[in-house]
Structures are given as C-alpha cells and as structure tokens.
C-alpha cells in the first residue's frame, strides 16, 4: 500500500493565485520527485530532487525537500489554465533512477 | 522514437481471459518500469528490468502476472486470467541509467 500522505486532495483557485502542496511519509527517502498527470497520459517530471534541504525551481514551480527526508512541498506561483492536472509526489530510496512509491495526488483546478 | 510507446491504449477482456500489453521505451533506456494505476490513486510499482534482466519483481500482486523483455528493448506485461480487480492504467516507463524517467500514455484495462 502507499506510504506517501499527500494533501490537500483537490484544490479550486483563481487564476494568478498561488498553490501549495505537500507530500509527508513515514519513511525516509534519498529522492523526492515531484509529477503532473494530465487525462489519459502518463505522469511527467517536474522537478527531482536529491539532497534533504535542497530548494529548486523550475519555472514558476518551486519544490523542497525536507529535512528530515520525509517530506517534500511543491509551490505554484501564479497559476494559468494549463496548470490543471494531477500533481504527484514520489519517493525513491536510491539516488538513481529506481522504484518510486506515489502518493494519491493532488487535483488542481484553476479557475479563468 | 521520441517517447515510450504502450500499445493498445485501451483493452477490455473478460474475466479470465489472458491479456498482453506492450511496451517500446525510448531507444537505448537501460530501465525499464510497469506501475499500475488503479483510478483515483497514485501509480504502484509492479516490475524493474535493467537491460533484459528482471531484478525486481516484487510489485506483482499474483503469479498470475508476468514480464519479460527478452532482447533488453521491448517489454511486454502478461496477465493470466484476468480478474475485475486487474482493471487498471498500466504505465511503462523507461530511464537511462540515473535520469529521471520518462512514462509512456498507458493501456487501460477493463475486465467485464
């Protein structure tokens, strides 16, 4: 069964707002990964990261990872339209590229 | 080609009957990974190939699933007699050694 907690469930915001959303499990990972799933697609990456601490941004996505390695957060600044989807966080115990565990998801909805 | 090709995208059997689903990672990923992902939840992991080696096996609910990939390229994701609880997405993914992977569209099984 799945490990990861990740919240909120769904979220409903206007577009420009802000968006946060976090990923907690009872296990420590090496790596944090961070996907978005759009109907009928496969999950894609957005952003990996590899040290506890470490903050990255990949456009107007910004993810940590926590220091105790067992959590991660994914911000969404200014959000537009094409945001909606299915955000996933994911867990791996080797830094390359192994078994991931995912959480349930995150839908977002963005309201024009 | 460009992405991981799954192939078909949509497969209804009925219960019992045998299903294969195929895979076609992007050429010269030595990994290669089946996730099943049941609706409203994050994908699982079911198997790991490295090259044609399968060296984790341990997502496999029954020993009724079964995969290979002989020539280290394609892969394909057996099931035998299918039951309603194999309805699922079944997600391919594929790696060169420590990127990050990338998922191919799925096939979605429904067993009537």
């Known amino acids: 069964g799945q490990q990861l907690n990740q919240s909120p469930q769904s979220m409903f915001i206007q577009e420009g707002e802000d968006v946060s959303m976090n990923c907690t499990s009872s296990?420590?990972?090496?790596?944090w990964l961070w996907y978005k799933q759009d109907p009928g697609e496969g999950p894609v990456l957005l952003i990996a990261?590899?040290?506890?601490?470490e903050l990255t941004s990949n456009g107007r996505l910004t993810a940590q990872f926590g220091i105790t390695r067992k959590d991660s957060f994914l911000n969404i600044s200014a959000s537009i339209p094409s945001d909606v989807g299915i955000y996933f966080c994911?867990?791996?115990?080797?830094?390359?590229?192994?078994?991931?565990?995912f959480g349930d998801g995150t839908t977002l909805t963005v309201k024009p | 080609g460009a992405g991981v090709s799954q192939s078909p995208r949509y497969k209804v059997a009925k219960r019992g009957q045998d299903v294969a689903l195929r895979c076609d990672p992007i050429?010269?990923?030595?990994?290669l990974f089946w996730y099943q992902q049941a609706l409203g939840q994050g994908p699982e992991f079911l198997t790991y190939?490295?090259?044609?080696?399968?060296?984790?096996k341990s997502g496999l609910p029954s020993d009724r699933f079964f995969a290979e990939r002989p020539e280290g390229s394609v892969s394909t994701l057996k099931i035998q007699r299918t039951q309603q609880e194999d309805s699922a997405v079944y997600l391919c993914?594929?790696?060169?050694?420590?990127?990050?992977?990338?998922f191919g569209s799925g096939t979605r099984l429904t067993v009537v």
């Open positions: 993914a594929s790696s060169f050694w420590d990127n990050g992977y990338t």
């Open positions: 296990s420590i990972f090496n790596t």
């Open positions: 990261l590899y040290k506890a601490g």
């Open positions: 994911a867990g791996q115990y080797s830094t390359n590229a192994g078994k991931s565990t």
């Open positions: 050429s010269g990923h030595v990994s």
């Open positions: 190939f490295q090259n044609e080696a399968q060296l984790d």
